[in-house]
């Protein structure tokens, strides 16, 4: 489908505020996470959220505070990643070490590995364990599937139906670090078991969502499936760092 740059450009401003701004590397440094949150607000608005590390929660947050964009950006961050191989303890530690350095949200992958090979009592107890103690500080729970790895829509399914029923909040199709990361099919699935199931989760694509028009694609299947109300920042967001360059860009 064309669209007219005006067309083109309402919908790179509405996808700005639908970005989890991320930075999930090996070298990231104070420096660079204080340069990626000074990207977060832009000439038509902020991003929804800031995603780092557990270690540089407190660098978002006092960067934040300095550009006064505190109170209109979420601090997001990442446990049991990137591999969802680490016990219920150890991810309960982190989650509760997170939330007491000061993050809102906490991208949590589902033991998918343990998934594939038949077990969904881990899947859904590493859920539960999660959603409890996010819902004892008001702090939302996404959910990783990495539905790249998961490889079905069988199994796809499976693990949204899962994340669901342990209390996500969101279901996120990947971590960004392997093979295949956000697709359109697996965005598909993912949906359409929220829209099944009646509940109030929300959906994050994260990786490999790059330009303004791929955007455009995930946003159009959700509102197929959702409806155009729901895609907003409570339901709908993108986990990205190339993205927010190519959205000004059309903007400009």
Known sequence: MTMNESALAQVAEQAIGLMDLTS?????????????????????????????????????????????????????TVVNFPHGDHSVKQVEQDITAAIAAGAHEIDLVLPYRQLIAGDTDAALAMVRAGKALCIKSDVSLKVIIESGELNTASLTRQASELAIAGGADFIKTSTGKVAVNATLAATEVILTAIRDSKQDVGFKAAGGVRTTEEALQYMQLAQQIMGAEWITPTHFRFGASSLLAQLLNTLS
């Open 24 to 76: 999930l590397n090996d070298d990231d440094t104070e420096q660079s996470i204080q340069g990626l949150c000074q990207q977060a607000t832009t000439p038509v608005g902020c991003v929804a959220a800031i995603c780092v590390y557990p270690r540089f929660i407190a660098t978002v947050a006092q960067e934040l505070e300095r550009l006064n964009i505190s109170q209109q950006v979420a601090i997001a």
